[in-house]
């Protein structure tokens, strides 16, 4: 469940980094009288409503972060147990090899031709380990860009339905959000909107593969 804290964190972070960033070079050009004008513009500024959302949490309660999680897990040990296998077979052909090589059960011909053959047969492994690591990362990166963006979606319209100008993503690992009073914090609401949503959306998936 980390990495996908970690990479949903990452696409959400982003936006705040940058306006974080931003704020700290515009607090630092500042010269004194542009910080009294400041004051004197945010004593009459408009109150923002704001929320938090604890992204630790969401990943961790959110019912479609677990499944994919739980599909992942099953698709690495099923390409690991497919290496795993060819990788013995593999082995038990090289110390049959080296067992005829010692007791000079080969001619000259017949130990280059299965010298080439177990060659080319280490290379077909190694070739199939890196397509499917590959085939695998690519796939998660895929669908958990998607969850990624569900979030987001849904946090949009969430906001704008409870009249949000603001909410904040909290992590253990990477936080900007230097502090938040707990009762700000809607990620309890937004966790269970989004497994109701999932869960109604689930029937409509299970109809498409029929």
Avoid: H, W
């Avoid at 500042?30 to 004593?43: D, G, I, Q, R």
């Avoid at 100008?165 to 009762?183: Q, W």
């Amino acid at each position: 469940m980390k990495k996908i804290t970690t990479f949903v964190l990452s696409g959400l972070m982003m936006g705040a980094f940058a306006a974080t960033i931003v704020s700290c070079n515009n607090a630092n050009s500042e010269t004194p009288s542009e910080e009294v004008s400041t004051k004197a513009v945010l004593k009459d500024a408009p109150a923002y409503k704001i929320a938090y959302v604890q992204i630790d949490t969401l990943t961790s309660q959110y019912q479609k972060c677990k499944d994919l999680e739980e599909e992942f897990a099953k698709k690495r040990a099923n390409a690991e147990s497919t290496i795993n296998a060819k990788g013995k077979a593999f082995t038990t052909q090289m110390q049959e090899f080296n067992r005829k090589y010692q007791s000079n059960q080969f001619t000259q011909q017949q130990f280059e031709a299965e010298q080439a053959r177990l060659a080319k047969l280490q290379q077909d492994l190694e070739a199939l380990q890196a397509r499917l690591s590959n085939s695998l990362q690519e796939e998660y990166q895929k669908e958990f860009q998607a969850l990624t963006d569900t979030i987001q979606n849904f946090t949009k319209s969430y906001a704008k339905e409870k009249g949000y100008d603001f909410i904040l993503c909290k992590s253990s690992g990477i936080d900007n959000v230097l502090y938040a009073n707990e009762k700000y914090d809607v990620t309890d609401e937004v966790v269970k909107a989004l497994n109701k949503r999932y869960t109604k959306d689930a029937p409509k998936k299970e109809d498409k593969k029929k």
